[in-house]
């Protein structure tokens, strides 16, 4: 099972505040620690919203909308994938993520569709279609 955890954003983060040094170092020694257990497939942190976007559908109509967005903590600040056994093996993960400068309030943890939840709906021809285009993706 992949399950994307996603980490959510403070008021530090979306005001640019970069991790202290032990913090990176913990949060390196972790990543080597998922990597070493098979698990991560992957993980990146993202810059605060002010340097995004959202585009916003309408119907047929979008609108883009530039950041900052407001309340921080419904932002993400990062993520990561990891192919675990079950929702408890990630949540085990999870409680080990280091939190050296505190600076984690909340860390989301959300299970990824595979092809066979979507049903008879995602026909044998959609699903070749799909793998080939992940294969050409390098997933």
Known sequence: MKFMVLIRATEDMENGVMPSEAALTEMTDFNEKLVNAGIMV?????????????????GKKTTVIDGPFAEAKELIAGYWIWEVGSLEEAIEWVKQVPNTDGGHGEIEIRQIFEADDFGAEFTEEARAKDAALRARAGE
């Open 42 to 58: 992957a993980g990146e942190g993202l810059h605060p919203s002010a340097k995004g976007a959202r585009v916003k559908f309408d």
